[in-house]
């Protein structure tokens, strides 16, 4: 069973009738001709290696049929104990879990979830936290750029279609490399209780698995109850105990 699956997912955009160009313009549902779909899925277990759904049907009558792609990825994240995704909490989670529906399979099931888009938004000040933006300033980006073309090839399931696939699933499994990546480089500062709560000053450090004791890093104390904190002394990931009585606040 692993701890942490990284994964993200490619789109196609929807396709549909719209009057005119530019901004604020107002599209409607029913402007839509042809609903969105997955083009393909990737993730990784822990530090396996990277794999990918990219069982893409496209019907000759113009649909886009993405069922095997949802099914292989819901069987892969099944058993999977903590998702791991940039923005995935408001898009490639709820966007899985529609399709899933969509064709008749159950959803992902409520999970653990680091959201990497939430903690760099909330631990750093950054001039964007997009994931390609994240990963260049952290020195762990992507080799190559995503072209709007892709998507127009396998939309008009053209000449340049597979070869546009291609490239589309290669950078699909690149961005959970980077995503990887950007994961590892900001573990120190994610702080989700329940990630990195350990019962004993020695238990190993949950970002690397680096023994015990760490680094004491005092008490925080609470109303009713408080806990310790202590930071790995290789790694630096701050961590912290359970709650106890006894490091509650003291009132005189
Ligand atoms: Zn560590």
Redesign the pocket.
């Known amino acids: 069973m692993s701890k942490l699956t990284y994964l993200d997912i490619e789109t196609t955009p929807n396709e549909g009738y719209f009057w005119r160009c530019g901004y604020k313009i107002n599209i409607q549902p029913n402007n839509i001709s042809r609903e969105r779909a997955m083009i393909c899925a990737a993730w990784a277990h822990d530090d396996g290696k990277i794999e990918v759904a990219d069982d893409l049907i496209l019907w000759d009558n113009g649909v886009i049929d993405d069922s095997l792609i949802v099914k292989k990825l819901a069987e892969a994240v099944e058993d999977s104990t903590i998702l791991v995704h940039h923005n995935g909490d408001k898009f490639d989670i709820p966007w899985i879990n529609a399709r899933l529906r969509y064709h008749g399979y159950d959803t992902i099931g409520p999970k653990r979830s680091i959201d990497t888009y939430k903690v760099v938004k909330s631990k750093y000040n950054m001039n964007s936290f997009r994931l390609d933006y994240v990963a260049k300033y952290f020195g762990v980006g992507r080799k190559i750029k995503s072209d709007y073309q892709w998507w127009v090839d396998i939309m008009e399931d053209n000449e340049n279609c597979d070869a546009s696939f291609a490239k589309m699933v290669k950078y699909n499994k690149m961005d959970v490399e980077v995503l990887r990546d950007v994961f590892k480089k900001i573990e120190?500062d994610i702080t989700y209780n329940w990630y990195n709560i350990i019962e004993d000053i020695n238990d190993p450090?949950?970002?690397?698995?680096?023994e015990g004791p760490h680094q004491h890093r005092g008490v925080v104390p609470n109303q009713t109850t408080g806990y310790e904190r202590y930071t790995?002394?290789?790694?630096?990931?701050w961590m912290r105990g359970p709650n106890k009585k006894e490091h509650r606040r003291r009132v005189l």
């Not at 450090?205 to 680096?210: A, L």
């Not at 790995?232 to 990931?237: N, Q």
């Open positions: 120190p450090c949950v970002g690397c698995g680096h790995c002394k290789s790694c630096g990931k």
